[in-house]
């Protein structure tokens, strides 16, 4: 895997799914790391604070968290993904709650697709200050 980051003309043309699909993936490994590191334990109780972690009503938590601190350019990322077009909602969350976390992933793609991974880590680590302040 590369850490070359995207052209932002080409950024600029992906879709907030396509965005909140790869987000999706970085979010998750940044929670497994996280819970790795500090976790530790079986593999299932790994799995279960992952769960909670990432789910639509966590995630838009995190996002709400989040908002003072992004920059305006991740804003406008933020409802680019806020605003797509999806396609159902899974059990245990609202749709605003759904429409959120998707916006979540939107930016954590963005940042990664961009090349700003230690700017995804950095807001990463201020959801998970978050958490732990409620």
Request: charged share 20%.
């Given at each position: 895997?590369?850490?070359?980051?995207?052209?932002?003309?080409?950024?600029?043309?992906?879709?907030?799914?396509?965005?909140?699909?790869?987000?999706?993936?970085?979010?998750?490994?940044?929670?497994?790391?996280?819970l790795?590191?500090?976790?530790?334990?079986?593999?299932?109780?790994?799995?279960r604070?992952?769960?909670?972690?990432?789910?639509?009503?966590?995630?838009?938590?995190?996002?709400?968290?989040?908002m003072p601190?992004?920059?305006?350019?991740?804003?406008?990322?933020?409802?680019?993904?806020?605003?797509?077009?999806?396609?159902?909602?899974?059990?245990?969350?609202?749709?605003?709650?759904?429409?959120?976390?998707?916006a979540?992933?939107?930016?954590?793609?963005y940042?990664?697709?961009?090349?700003?991974?230690?700017?995804?880590?950095?807001?990463?680590?201020?959801?998970?200050?978050?958490?732990?302040?409620?």
């Open positions: 895997m590369t850490d070359a980051a995207m052209a932002p003309e080409a950024l600029r043309t992906m879709g907030g799914l396509e965005l909140a699909y790869v987000g999706d993936g970085v979010y998750e490994l940044l929670t497994r790391t996280y790795a590191r500090h976790g530790g334990g079986r593999v299932g109780d790994l799995h604070a992952a769960v909670d972690i990432v789910s639509a009503p966590a995630q838009a938590a995190a996002l709400e968290a989040l601190h992004m920059t305006e350019e991740e804003r406008k990322v933020v409802h680019r993904g806020r605003n797509a077009h999806v396609h159902g909602c899974p059990a245990g969350c609202t749709v605003a709650q759904y429409h959120a976390a998707t979540l992933e939107a930016l954590f793609g940042l990664w697709l961009s090349g700003q991974a230690e700017r995804a880590r950095e807001l990463f680590g201020k959801v998970l200050e978050a958490a732990h302040a409620s």
